[in-house]
Every structure is written in structure tokens, then in C-alpha cells.
């Protein structure tokens, strides 16, 4: 398994997302809203509305970006 660096960086949204949306919607919300570039390494945190599920994205140097729920 591969893993984040010891100085990775971790940004959690405060608003919710639709959870519908795959790992490419999500990367270019972070670019769009936040402001990030979601190929830099970072793990970027993201909450269902109801805030019982998370997902993650990462991009761990490879194709595209990773998202976990």
C-alpha cells in the first residue's frame, strides 16, 4: 500500500458535498472553491450532509486522483 508522505498536509471542507460525485468532480471542486490544486499531494477531506461519511481525495503521483469513503 502506498501512503502519504510524513509532511503531507490535510484540508477538511466545512460544507457538505454531494457524494455522487466521483474522484474528478471533486478535484476540480477544490480547485474551483477552494482555491487548491488537487494534484499537489495534499488529502483533501470531504463530508456527506448528514456528516456520517467522509470521503477522502489524494493523488499519489500516478493517473488521477484517489478518493476513499
Known amino acids: 500500500m502506498i501512503g502519504p ?3 503531507t498536509s490535510v484540508m ?3 460544507r457538505p458535498v ?3 460525485k466521483g474522484p474528478d468532480a471533486l ?3 477544490v480547485s474551483a472553491d477552494h ?3 488537487a494534484f499537489s499531494g ?3 477531506v470531504f463530508r456527506a450532509k448528514r456528516a456520517d461519511r467522509v470521503k477522502l ?3 499519489d503521483g500516478m493517473v488521477a486522483p ?3 469513503a
Open 12 to 14: 477538511v471542507a466545512t
Open 57 to 59: 481525495i489524494w493523488w
Open 66 to 68: 484517489i478518493a476513499r
Open 18 to 20: 454531494d457524494f455522487r
Open 5 to 7: 508522505g510524513v509532511g
Open 42 to 44: 495534499v488529502i483533501y
Open 35 to 37: 482555491g487548491g490544486d
Open 27 to 29: 478535484a476540480a471542486l
